[in-house]
C-alpha cells in the first residue's frame, strides 16, 4: 500500500528541509520524500498544509493502571493522535505506581494492541515513590523503561538521588526530576506572590523549584550521569541550568505550553483548571522560559499531560488536583505564543516537538527520514480555532484554555503508516 501525501510544506527539521514537496508511504515506513510521480493507492492533498514528523511528548500521565476513572491507555491514544502527537513517554505516577516490570510489560503490551501511538513508559526511581529504596533499574530498562522519575513528587534524600544517578549513568539512561523543596512548597497552592495573597491561598515560591535544581546540579557534578528536569517554570532554575550547561554537565530540561503562555492572573477568581504544579508563574518567569526557548537552553517542549476528573476540579482551590489536560491544546498553544509571537520560527518549535525530545530519552524518532516509521502530522497553520474543553478525547477537560482562541490546527496524524486522526472524522 502506497500513500503519497502531496504538494504539502514539508518540515523535517533533523533533516534540514523547509520545502514543498511530496511525502511517500509504504506500509508502515517513510519510502521517500520529494516530487513522486509513480503509482499511488492512496493520496492526502495537503496543499497549503504543513508536513512534518509526528509530535513525541516525553512527558504525560495516563493513569493507567489504577486512576483510569480520569485516564486510560487507550484515551490517553487518542488524545496524543488528535493533538499530532505519536509518541509519548507516560510517568509512573499509577497505582500500582511503574516501579517493577510488571507494570512496564503492561503498559508496552496494552499500548502495542491500542497501536495508536508509541507509549514508552518511564519507570520510578524509587518503590511506590516513596524516595526510600531504589527501583531496579537493569530490569526495568529491559522491560521496555526509557528513563526513570519519581514525577508528582521529587526526590527529598539527596542521598538516594546520588545513587540513582549512579545506577542510572551505568545504563545510560537519564534520571528525570520534578524539582520542588516540598517544605518551602508545603501546602501551597499557586504561585506564591500577589494572587497568593488576594485570595489567601498558601503559596508556592520561586525558590522551591529553583533551590531544589541547585542542590541536584551539586550531586550530579559529582556522580556525573544525565539528569534532565521537568516542567522548570521560573527565570531563577533557567539561569542554574544555564550556568550547569556552561559547566557542561549533562542537564537537560523541558518546558511546557501553559508555563510558556499563561501567568499566575489565570488563577484569579479561584480557578481550579488552572492549578497545576509547578504553578503558573508571573510575567517575568514566562519571558524568561520564553527566552530560554530561544536560546535553546530549553531542550525539548513536554506537556505534562495530567487528565483530572470533574470531582478532582469542582471543589475548593486547595483541595482541587493539580494539572492540565494538555495534549489537544499543545502545538496550537505553542503556535500561538511562541510563533506567532515571533519568538521562535516554526520549524525551530517542529524541532522542539519532534526530533530533540526523542534525542533527550534516544528515541529513534521524530525525523521523516528514508526508512524511518511512517509517523506523520499534517497542520493547517492559519486555522483559527476557539477551545472548548467538552470536545476533548482525553477523559480529561481539565483546561485552562477553554474559550479561549488559538492558531493552527491538526488535521491529520499518521502512526506506521496509518491514520489515527482526521480532522472532522473524530474516532
Ligand atoms: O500538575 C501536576 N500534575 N504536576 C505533577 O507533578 C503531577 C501531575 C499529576 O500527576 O496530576
Ligand atoms: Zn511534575
Ligand atoms: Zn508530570
Known sequence: M??????????????????????VVEGERIKEVGPYKGRADRIIDARGKVVCPGFVDIHVHFRDPGFTQKEDLYSGSKAAARGGFTTVCCMPNTNPVNDNALVSHYIVKKAKEIDLCDIFPIGAITKGERGEELVEFYTMKNAGCVAFSDDGMPVRNAFV??????????????????????????????????YSTKMGLAGIPNCSESAMIARDVEILKHTGGHIHICHVSTKESIKIIERAKEEELHITCEATPHHLSL?????????????????????????????????????????????????????????????????????????????????????????????????????????????????????????????????????????????????????????????????????
Open 2 to 23: 502506497i500513500t503519497v501525501i502531496k504538494g504539502g510544506r514539508v518540515i523535517d527539521p533533523y533533516n534540514g528541509k523547509d520545502e514543498v514537496t511530496d511525502v
Open 161 to 194: 538521588l546520588k545513587q540513582a544517578l549512579t545506577y542510572s549513568k551505568s545504563l545510560n539512561l537519564p534520571i528525570t526530576l520534578h524539582e520542588e523543596d516540598v517544605n518551602l512548597s508545603a501546602g501551597g497552592v499557586i504561585n506564591e506572590g500577589y
Open 263 to 427: 501567568t499566575e492572573e489565570e488563577t484569579d477568581g479561584f480557578n481550579t483548571y488552572a492549578k497545576v504544579n509547578p504553578p503558573l508563574r508571573t510575567e517575568e518567569d514566562v519571558k524568561s522560559l520564553q527566552e530560554a526557548v530561544k536560546n535553546g537552553i530549553v531542550d525539548a517542549l513536554a506537556t505534562d499531560h495530567a487528565p483530572h476528573d470533574e470531582k478532582s476540579k469542582e471543589t475548593t482551590m486547595s483541595k482541587a488536583a493539580f494539572g492540565i489536560s494538555g495534549l489537544e491544546t499543545a502545538f496550537a498553544v505553542l503556535n500561538t505564543y511562541l510563533v506567532e509571537k515571533k519568538i521562535i520560527s516554526l520549524p525551530e518549535l517542529i524541532a522542539l516537538m519532534t526530533y530533540k525530545p526523542s534525542t533527550i530519552y534516544h528515541l529513534p524518532r521524530g525525523t521523516l527520514s528514508k526508512g524511518k516509521l511512517a509517523n506523520i502530522t499534517i497542520i493547517d497553520l492559519n486555522k483559527e480555532w476557539m477551545v472548548n474543553r467538552k470536545e476533548f478525547v482525553s477523559k480529561g477537560k481539565n483546561t485552562p484554555f477553554h474559550n479561549k482562541n488559538l492558531k493552527g490546527q491538526i488535521c491529520y496524524t499518521m502512526y506506521k503508516g496509518k491514520i489515527t486522526y482526521e480532522r472532522g472524522n473524530d474516532f
